[in-house]
């Protein structure tokens, strides 16, 4: 038997394409050659820019930590969660499976799902349960600012201790919701073949990971930002532009910038979800892991390359829309200006002197 994930899979399919066999082999052909391309060349620069330049985020929010907000509580929180995403996902799944063969021509290559049985169940359940946390994470700073918006007065009474306890409440509902039905992920073997994947007979499992990790929260997400941006078009037409340090502007702004950060996670992440959905639907269905089953599963790597293109977005969204990272990085630059323009002036002084 052979696992599902080899460093020659992209060279056997072509090959069987050359020959004419199957149809389907030249799209799939195709469509692997696009995925290790875009994962060898493409996606170590995205996530390279996305890991620093969240990190950099962070380190600003933490360096202004005093006097935090409930929004920027739940902002480091995800921020910090989308580090661990990247980590595990890009740089230890997708890279070093789809990326580095292909560059390397198959001969360098490593599989963190199939090391182990173990590994496998470790890895898959981990990545889902950290893109469940971020979700939940966003669900809860949304409904936070739905609460705010519409009911003001009874929200007033709510301090940085209550957004701790909800992050606490996101992350006790993820390990819950998340972790018993991945937990059951293993290698499973099927046609000779084996992958990283729930047994035939955990539907119930299947229905509770679709659910509490891809549908529930994009849904809730979506509900909750259609009611803000009503609400936001509403206040922008009774706000003054030239009254900007009033607390009515500080909370304009936050809504904006959480309904910006929502629409960039429902712009990256819905076609993630469904095309998992797809994959899982083609498995269960056909029972065995033919072409198509395998085009779907070349076009979930697809969407979780798009899927990070969600970090990037939020990183511009939160330097042009958070004041502080925004003072952060102007202090950085120009401190960084004003030594090299000392080094340059020194080195021009000192040429000026042996002349």
Request: charged share 15%; proline share 4%.
């Amino acid at each position: 038997m052979q696992f599902d994930d080899t460093p020659r899979e992209l060279r056997e399919v072509c090959e069987k394409g050359l020959h004419g066999k199957y149809g389907v082999d030249e799209q799939l052909c195709a469509l692997l050659s696009t995925i290790g391309w875009s994962t060898a060349y493409i996606l170590p620069v995205i996530c390279g820019f996305g890991l620093i330049g969240t990190t950099f985020v962070i380190i600003a929010m933490v360096h202004r930590s005093k006097g935090f907000a409930r929004q920027l509580i739940y902002l480091l929180c995800m921020l910090i969660t989308s580090v661990v995403i990247n980590i595990l996902i890009s740089w230890l799944w997708l890279i070093p499976s789809k990326g580095i063969p292909y560059a390397s021509n198959g001969t360098v290559y490593f599989f963190i799902r199939y090391t182990t049985a173990s590994m496998c169940t470790a890895h898959y359940a981990t990545s889902i349960l950290t893109v469940a946390l971020y979700s939940n994470v966003l669900l809860v700073a949304s409904l936070d600012r739905f609460m705010t918006i519409f009911f003001p007065t009874k929200t007033i009474t709510l301090t940085n201790r209550h957004a701790m306890i909800a992050v606490g409440i996101a992350v006790c509902f993820s390990c819950v919701t998340v972790l018993p039905p991945t937990l059951e992920v293993t290698w499973v073997p099927v046609d000779d073949i084996i992958f990283c994947g729930f047994p035939e007979d955990r539907l119930a499992s299947i229905t509770a990971h679709l659910l509490f990790s891809l549908l529930m929260q994009p849904i809730l997400i979506g509900i909750f930002n259609v009611l803000l941006y009503y609400r936001l078009t509403v206040l922008c037409k009774k706000h003054s532009p030239d009254d900007k340090h009033s607390n009515s502007h500080r909370q304009l702004r936050a809504s904006l910038t959480l309904f910006l950060l929502s629409l960039a996670y429902l712009a990256f992440s819905m076609p993630l979800a469904i095309s998992t959905i797809v994959t899982v639907v083609l498995i269960r269905r056909d029972g065995q892991l033919d072409d198509g089953v395998h085009v779907a599963q070349g076009v979930v790597f697809l969407m979780w390359e798009i899927f990070f293109l969600r970090e990037l977005a939020n990183i511009v969204i939160i330097v042009r829309q958070v004041p502080l990272v925004r003072s952060f990085m102007l202090r950085i630059i120009q401190k960084n200006s004003r030594k090299s323009q000392d080094s340059v002036s020194f080195a021009t002084k000192n040429s000026g002197q042996k002349k």
